[in-house]
């Protein structure tokens, strides 16, 4: 088993990876190729390798302490004072697999300390939000005072209805979900149909700077074709959360946030429904004028002062209502 980390320089001179990685771990070791040297300031990606170049420059030779395989991660231990301690996190991306090196600072980093409320959200008892059927490794909302059930959205990943209608949805994307639908040109189907509700969202699991780390598409592009779809539907948001748990925070505040205020409208609406049908007011009683210039047209003796006597006030209602 090889007792060395080992660093070198990728001769395949059209890689965008220029280092070539060995890690220490089973009879040939784990060999990547990747971006950066140490992931310093930002998570560093890495991609396998079938075999180790025989002209392969190496930069780095470094004895191990210990390197264990832990799950999907491989924790590396080196025997130096600085730079010593990181981990290999292999996941998939749209069924890819991908692996990311990353240190204890550069995951501090990415991890916000912070700790969403336990507190209830305001103006909401009881909140029922519906999870798409076709989402998949999607939130539970366990810690959340709330309900799920599982059903079929023609926009969004999450909802809250009412009497089978939406009253608002909420997309879910990771970074590589929303750049492949915005170059893919699915994005804007997917807001169009998100703006065909009161309250829609789009929230996705990372943050806003990540958009200019990324390396096999133009950030320029994206960040350029994130504007644009904000500019051209304004009444979806695209919101950056930093982590999947603050986005599925921001996703129950918002939901039940639109639950409430659709309680309210809807309340305000039977208010101005019952005020707009008053009872009908009794006609205004007709002025001296009126009855005097009436009783000279039709041939009754009115003086042109003093009071109108009650027989020709009556006799012009009666002959008003006559006519109506």
């Not at 832990?70 to 924790?75: C, E, K, L, V, Y």
């Not at 709330?146 to 809250?160: C, K, M, N």
Request: proline share 6%.
């Amino acid at each position: 088993m090889p007792a060395d980390f080992v660093i070198a320089r990728n001769p395949d001179a059209d890689s965008t990876l220029p280092y070539l990685l060995r890690i220490p771990l089973g009879e040939q070791g784990v060999l990547l190729k990747a971006k950066e040297m140490w992931p310093r300031t930002a998570k560093v990606y890495c991609h396998r390798v079938e075999e180790w170049p025989d002209d392969a420059e190496i930069v780095q030779r470094v004895r191990t302490r210990s390197c264990v395989r832990r799950g999907a991660a491989i924790d590396l231990v080196l025997e130096r004072g600085r730079e010593n301690r990181s981990q290999f996190v292999m996941t998939f991306v749209r069924g890819r697999q991908v692996i990311f090196w990353q240190s204890a600072r550069t995951t501090k980093q990415a991890r916000p300390r912070v700790k969403p409320p336990t507190a209830r959200a305001s103006g909401v008892a009881d909140l029922e939000i519906v999870i798409d059927s076709r989402e998949r490794y999607g939130y539970s909302f366990a810690d959340r005072q709330v309900t799920t059930v599982r059903d079929r959205l023609d926009a969004g990943d999450y909802a809250v209805r009412r009497h089978g209608t939406v009253l608002a949805a909420v997309e879910r994307k990771s970074l590589a979900d929303l750049v492949s639908s915005l170059t893919t040109g699915t994005l804007k189907y997917q807001l169009t149909e998100l703006a065909s509700i009161a309250r829609a969202a789009v929230v996705v699991e990372d943050r806003y700077s990540a958009v200019f780390k990324l390396d096999h598409v133009r950030p320029a592009v994206v960040a350029d074709g994130i504007a644009e779809c904000q500019v051209a539907f304004p009444g979806v948001p695209i919101v950056f959360c930093e982590t999947r748990k603050l986005a599925q925070e921001w996703t129950y505040r918002f939901l039940a946030a639109a639950h409430a205020a659709a309680d309210v409208e809807g309340g305000a609406t039977r208010l101005v429904a019952d005020l707009a049908t008053p009872p009908p007011l009794a006609p205004a009683p007709p002025s001296p004028a009126e009855v005097r210039a009436w009783a000279l047209v039709n041939g009754y003796d009115v003086s042109d002062r003093g009071r109108v006597p009650a027989r020709l006030v009556e006799a012009f209602v009666a002959a008003r209502e006559g006519t109506r």
